[in-house]
């Protein structure tokens, strides 16, 4: 039976995150992998495309047997997966412009774009390219017109002591947006 916490690892993070190398290997310690056993399970849980994609990588291959050279292979399809400019700011601003046209209709929806923003933005704070107000105003904006409309409602009732030139801070938009998306609240306003 797999690990949720290796499978998320193995899905999201091999080709985005630096330190992946060092988390799949304690975690394929810890399930008495050896390095051609993590090679294997990184390959079944990952995405069906991308498991096939890495399949055809000599690293991948039934003999396999070196985990950090599999994983330096992985990490070669994807140039600028490593370091502090993994992101721009384009890539927030294209993934605020996707969610602004798409149905936001429950919780789960806000949960996926939440980790996606987040994601992005964080780096981006990091590195210093983005500020938090900034960020926190992205959020709200990405919103489709009429849900972002009963969230500002919603949060002018709560947030009565920000400053009008203040965006609402990206925890408080949240907190908001899960109160509208519970039930049929939302739907009930935005129709």
Known sequence: MANPQFQMLLCVEIHLCSSCNTYINFLGTLAALNDHGKIKAAIHYADLEEAKVWQTLLEAAPAADDW????AAVKGLYPGCEGDNHYCHTDLQYLVKEY??????????????????????????????????ERDSMFLNSFPRAIADCICHCLSIVC??????????????VKATKFLLTGSALCSMVS
Do not use: C, R
């Open 160 to 173: 009565t002591d920000l400053h009008p030139d203040d965006p609402y801070p990206l925890a408080e938009v």
């Open 68 to 71: 950090d050279a599999f994983v």
């Open 100 to 133: 602004q046209s798409k149905p936001m209709q429950n919780q789960d929806n806000l949960g996926e774009y939440q980790w996606k923003f987040a994601k992005i933005s964080a780096l981006l704070i990091k590195t210093k390219k983005l500020a938090e107000t």
